[in-house]
């Protein structure tokens, strides 16, 4: 059963999808694959990923779909690996601000570097670059590439300033660059 709201748009309950069962095998590995790409400890991935899924079973007969399924379990877990990163780490998001290390800038070289690095060995070498970047920055990087959220976005759900978003993706494409630079030397 479909409803509109005002601005035209369909929405429909989560209940009226079809079996829970379902729904919980075709995307449970993807949320746990999105939460990993924050938490990175299995354990704690699927804790996560068993809290979203007892929540919809939960409330099921409240949960209205506006977009797709997927778009709603994607929000649903980076928004509750937000919360555990933000309930069990205390970060201090103020220290962002803070120039904690100096990363040289390789942004000045040459094209050939990407050239010689091909497709998967590149991902390879982003994602454990990635991996090492320090754990805010790294939790803003994620959301600013993998999960499109605009600067602005980002600064809301961090409730921290979009200066400070935008030092730490400067600071993490610095690092790339390097990870990148670094790898041309030894190949």
């Known amino acids: 059963m479909s ?3 005002q601005s035209g748009k369909s929405s429909t309950l989560l ?10 095998k ?13 938490v990175g400890d299995q354990s704690k991935v699927e804790d996560i990923a068993q809290e979203i899924f007892t929540e919809l079973w939960l409330k099921r007969d409240q949960i209205l779909i506006h977009t797709s399924v997927q778009a709603y379990l994607r929000r649903m877990a980076v928004t509750r690996t937000l919360n555990y990163l ?20 390789h942004s000045s070289q040459q094209p050939e570097v990407l050239q010689k690095i091909e497709g998967e060995e590149l991902k390879k070498i982003l994602d454990e670059a990635i991996s090492k970047l320090p754990e805010k920055c790294r939790i803003i990087f994620l959301m600013s590439r993998y999960d499109e959220l605009t600067y602005s976005e980002i600064s809301g759900e961090l409730n921290i300033s979009v200066k400070t978003v935008e030092n730490q993706i400067g600071k993490a494409l610095k690092y790339l660059r390097t990870a990148l630079t670094l790898s041309r030397g030894k190949g």
């Not at 075709?26 to 924050?38: G, L, M, R, S």
């Not at 205390?90 to 120039?99: A, M």
């Open 86 to 105: 933000r309930d069990t780490k205390k970060h201090n998001w103020d220290e962002l601000d803070q120039v904690t290390e100096s990363v040289p800038d």
């Open 3 to 5: 409803t509109t709201d």
């Open 15 to 24: 209940s009226q999808m079809g079996p829970f069962e379902h729904l919980f």
């Open 26 to 38: 075709q995307h449970y590995a993807f949320v746990c694959n999105i939460v990993f790409k924050y």
